[in-house]
């Protein structure tokens, strides 16, 4: 008997009878992104996890009276996408607030408060998120690079309006809720955030950063059920994108327990890997007495801290001042030694660090921070510490990520939706030599992973995966892409979203690829996005989305 019969005639030895695989696909493209068969014809699985993938012919037969075949019918199955960091809670409340993603003008984002002001009695509070005030055209005037409150409270004379900036660094406030708040001329600053201002000294209603904690502090909190309905809205968003781990980028007490009693239901119907929030030190304490959390639906192990803000608002902290403020070059959101004193302490528990730093001077001060802390714990050789989005670097810091073990946790999709005004807070020399470097730091031999950031940015790894390719705004502009050089390939751009994601919580040895033994975490798409045409990208759909071989979507034809 030949060797590859005596292995088949095994094979269906151990897996005939009740050992039948729960599953099978074939009929497709499946890319595994595992190195020792990277693309097969089939996958069995059993128990929630990969048991064989190889060859159809062979794997079919396996089926037993209980098995469910899949014909992929020529779709592309890949691992599930590995969403690198986005807010699952913010996720969900975005579906019960105003999106304002989709205005254009200032004019439509008042259409689109009004429209709520009218169905709700007054008094009531009128949240949103999404607006960008660089995406205007026509832009209405501007003090200090945002618009004003004037239009907006005249059109919602009575109802307390909120409104998050796009990127959550900003928000805007019309003349009832800063009524509400006491907010007037006298009124003090936050110390990591600014109340706007005009000449006069009258507030305009924009807060950046910490300042928009002066109105949220009068903001009715959501009721549990609202809370509950968030959470679950945002799973099943994230599984219809073909999400199946989900790495939330900050929660606190209240979020986590949430958490910990839905992952003890069974009710998380994707893997959930959570930073906590940083900056409640009791929090902390109390997760570094209960050590890390690792399960198989539910993962604790890292903390979220921030050190600036963001461009859109520029609250992004920069070595130099901005090319469109001059005399201003950003803030810390904290001070830098809380960055080390906290990495220190996450290395001594077992925890990793996952610190947002979008401006070149906030991304040094960092790395600052965590080489200290390194050389203090030199017995931690595997801490895979994180900068999340690494989005603008001095060219001296970018081999510093590979040379410390640092990851740099970007999302491709910013590129996409920042780079057409970017170069206006930056200018074109600091673009070009360190804003979205993603090949730099590749050749480095840094680790990227990659998210959208959501609700920032939608939580549809498809634009994310397109932007990262070809650089280019989901309209197709500029031919070309902006900086190509810096473009990753799509096999890059896979891995950032699956294997290399997974890499980046420690996760790799179960989830990010489909090798025997690990989860079947599975997407399955429309069409190949390693070999469709670039411009066809973005037409590529989600079919199914399985999570430990179970289908928790599928579209509707």
């Known amino acids: 008997m030949s060797r590859s019969l005596l292995l088949l005639f095994l094979l269906a030895g151990c897996v005939a009878g009740p050992e039948a695989p729960d599953l099978i696909l074939h009929g497709g493209t499946i890319y595994t992104l595992d190195a020792n068969q990277p693309q097969v014809e089939a996958l069995a699985i059993r128990n929630g996890r990969v048991e064989v993938a190889g060859a159809e012919a062979s794997l079919v037969p396996l089926a037993g009276p209980e098995t469910q075949v899949i014909d992929l019918q020529g779709k592309t199955a890949i691992p599930g996408f590995v969403e690198s960091h986005a807010h699952l809670m913010g996720l969900g409340h975005l579906q019960q607030q105003i999106d304002l993603s989709g205005a254009r003008t200032y004019q439509d984002l008042i259409e689109l408060v009004a429209a709520r002001a009218a169905t709700l009695p007054a008094g009531s509070w009128i949240l949103g998120r999404g607006w960008h005030q660089s995406k205007w055209d026509p832009a209405p005037p501007f003090v200090h690079g945002f618009q004003t409150h004037e239009a907006l409270s005249a059109a919602t004379p009575d109802h307390p309006v909120f409104l998050e900036h796009a990127s959550g660094h900003a928000a805007f406030a019309n003349a009832e809720a800063m009524r509400l708040a006491g907010i007037g001329p006298d009124s003090r600053s936050e110390s990591d955030g600014e109340v706007i201002r005009d000449d006069q000294g009258q507030p305009t209603g924009v807060f950046t950063e910490g300042a928009a904690r002066l109105i949220e502090a009068h903001i009715p909190p959501p009721t549990e059920a609202e809370e509950e309905a968030a959470m679950q809205a945002a799973i099943q968003t994230a599984l219809a994108h073909g999400i199946t781990t989900f790495m939330d980028a900050g929660s606190g007490q209240a979020a986590i327990e949430r958490f910990e009693e839905a992952a003890l239901a069974g009710a998380l119907d994707l893997r959930l890997w959570v930073m906590l929030a940083g900056w409640d030190s ?78 070149d001077r906030a991304n040094r001060e960092v790395l600052d921070q965590y080489e200290a802390a390194f050389a203090d714990h030199p017995e931690v050789g595997d801490h895979r510490f994180r900068i999340e989005h690494a989005q603008h670097l001095h060219p ?91 473009a990753m390939s799509r096999e890059q751009a896979l891995r950032s979203y699956t294997l290399d994601a997974a890499y980046g919580g420690f996760l790799e040895e179960s989830v990010g690829s489909l090798a025997p033994g690990k989860w079947a975490d599975i997407c399955v798409l429309s069409q190949d996005l390693l070999t469709v045409p670039a411009d066809s990208i973005l037409g590529t759909k989600v079919e199914m989305t399985f999570v430990g071989g179970v289908l928790k979507y599928q579209r509707e034809k």
Not at 290 to 307: C, E, F, N, V, W
Not at 397 to 404: E, G, N, Q, T
Not at 409 to 420: C, L, Y
Not at 473 to 484: A, I, M, Q
């Open 396 to 486: 001296d810091d970018i081999p510093r990520f590979a040379k410390l073990g640092v990851i740099a946790s970007i999302q491709g999709i910013h590129m996409a939706s920042d780079r057409p005004w970017a170069i206006d807070r930056l200018g074109h020399e600091r673009i070009v030599s360190g804003a979205y470097v993603w090949q730099s730091l590749y050749q480095s031999g840094a680790h990227l992973i990659n998210g959208t950031d959501a609700p920032v940015e939608p939580v549809d790894p498809i634009p994310c995966f397109y932007a990262s390719v070809t650089r280019q705004t989901l309209g197709g502009d500029p031919p070309g892409g902006y900086e190509p050089e810096q």
């Open 282 to 359: 009791v929090l902390l304490d109390r997760w570094y007495q209960r050590g890390p959390l690792q399960s198989d639906y539910l993962t604790i192990r890292a903390i979220k801290l921030y050190a600036d803000g963001a461009l859109g608002s520029r609250g992004a902290w920069l070595l130099e001042d901005y090319t469109d403020r001059p005399g201003y070059a950003g803030q810390p959101s904290q001070p830098m030694p809380r960055i080390g004193e906290v990495a220190r302490d996450a290395l001594a528990h077992g925890f990793q660090v996952c610190t947002h730093a979008i401006g």
